[in-house]
């Protein structure tokens, strides 16, 4: 950081930042009703790095699951959702359900590069798990989503996906004569549509959340609950690599977008921000509870093992303006890598079973 | 015109944080804005400082007041001026829980 503008020429290096910032053909410069002026250095004091206590604190689990005042939990609600979720009813195939691509079998994800959609032709990108989505800030890859709720219509309306349009799924749900009183008793008075079908669906999806796991039992005390290998490997993941930049938190993620220079055409979040540069080839940071069963790894799939992902990060991935400046080659060396996957496997947690539902007929 | 003197000023006699004493300051240490809604008077500049430890990317997409800071380096500041009467909503492009709302009063 230091040496990015020298120290006599502040005003130089503001004119090139203003002059950059013009290029991405937002910024306005002496035009329009926001003038964006010079970029200095500030001195923000020094700062002794945090202590390994200080950095645990961060990452207790939380003690209950967040629900939306608008649609607040109810076990009639749950229950419903799940029956939804594993309904293969919700495609037009009737072959598909959520569940399908979002299994509990593979960590909520389904194991696959990239998913599968209507007439099991290959989606452009990776199935994201539904673990821990009551945490949730925004949805999809690209974020294109804003709720849980939207999210849980958007694959079964998408044409490539379950091809499903909502009017039809409704006539098609309202026909089978179980769902009646099981929506009557989760939506008193609202009835069966597309809305309480989201809010159902959305309600269940938020009590799917990683059990503890030993990386938990650890956070709280519990020396021996990991091997010193994985210690280290968290001492690597909030220092010299910098992963908690952005997989920071209990969930490991803060739902931000980063372009980490894997070689794809694909520019996720930059089609919804065409302005701005780092947006280009960005996609949202996935948490990383249940990674080690979530593999294949990254937005499209393209990495089968954490080794794999690791050496990616460690190389820097494509040097390109969208590249996050928090992307660069790391150094890492064999032992930080190998403590790094050690870390991320205490974070595997055992999965009780998942009883798939009785299916209303 | 005052304000160029006063920022030249500064930066001559080498006092870069003092400067920024005018404006309404906005921070972003722990990926959250220092205020979530922040009233200034039309012609008015506010500094959004990264002091966090990662860069952030402000923005706005509030029709007649988009901007765009671009990726904003730990340890820097940028002014900016808001010209026009109105509520323009202030994110941060990367991380999608940074709202904020800047009212420009007339
Ligand atoms: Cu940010």
Redesign the pocket.
């Known amino acids: 950081m230091p040496g990015l503008f020298p120290r006599r020429s502040n005003l130089f290096g503001t004119v090139v930042v203003a002059a950059s910032l013009g290029a991405v053909g937002f910024a306005s410069i002496g035009l329009g009703a926001v003038v964006v002026g010079e970029t200095r250095r500030v001195d923000l004091g020094q700062k002794a790095a945090p202590g390994i206590d200080s950095i645990k604190s961060q990452y207790k689990r939380p003690a209950t699951i967040p629900f939306p005042k608008e649609n607040p939990y109810t076990p009639e609600k749950a229950a419903l959702g799940k029956k939804l979720y594993f309904d293969t009813r919700l495609s037009v195939s009737m072959a598909q359900s959520c569940a399908s691509c979002h299994s509990p079998g593979f960590g909520w994800g389904d194991g696959l590069a990239v998913g599968v959609g209507h007439g099991m032709a290959k989606l452009g990108r990776h199935s994201p798990t539904i673990v821990n989505a009551a945490w949730g800030a925004i949805f999809m890859w690209d974020g294109r989503l804003a709720t849980l709720e939207e999210q849980a219509l958007g694959p079964i309306e998408a044409a490539g996906e379950m091809n499903m349009p909502l009017d039809k799924l409704m006539d098609r749900l309202a026909s089978i004569n179980e769902y009646k009183p099981l929506f009557a008793a989760a939506f008193p008075g609202e009835g069966m549509n597309a809305k309480t079908l989201a809010k159902a669906i959305a309600t269940y999806e938020r009590t799917v959340v990683s059990e503890r796991a030993p990386f938990d039992a650890w956070i709280e005390g519990n020396e021996k609950a990991i091997s010193e290998e994985a210690k280290r490997g968290f001492a690597v993941f909030n220092g010299k690599a910098m992963c908690s930049a952005c997989h920071e938190g209990w969930n490991f993620t803060n739902d ?1 977008f980063q372009d980490i220079g894997l070689p794809s055409k694909d520019i996720g979040r930059g089609e919804f921000v065409p302005g701005v540069v780092k947006m280009q080839h960005a996609f949202k940071t996935p948490g990383l509870r249940e990674i080690e069963r979530r593999s294949p790894y990254m937005h499209d799939g393209s990495l089968d093992t954490l080794e794999a992902v690791v050496e990616h990060y460690d190389h820097g991935g494509i040097d390109r303006p969208s590249r996050s400046d928090l992307m660069k080659p790391l150094g890492l060396s064999a032992q930080e890598k190998a403590d790094l996957v050690a870390f991320m496997k205490t974070l595997t947690s055992n999965l009780s079973p998942t009883a798939v539902p009785v299916i209303p007929r | 015109m005052h304000k160029t003197i006063t920022f030249a000023l500064v930066i001559l006699t080498g006092l870069s944080a003092g400067a920024l004493a005018a404006n309404q300051m906005v921070y ?1 240490k722990g ?1 959250v804005f220092s205020s979530e809604s922040v009233s200034i008077k039309k012609g008015d500049a506010l500094t959004f400082v990264n002091d ?1 430890s ?5 923005m706005s997409a509030t029709k007649g007041s988009e901007f765009n800071l671009g990726s904003q380096a730990p340890g820097t500041s940028t002014d900016v001026t808001f010209k026009e009467a109105g509520d323009i909503q202030v994110i ?4 999608p829980r ?1 709202k904020m709302m800047v009212k420009v009063t007339d």
């Open positions: 931000g | 972003q990926r966090d990662i860069p952030h990317n402000l941060c492009a990367i991380h940074m």
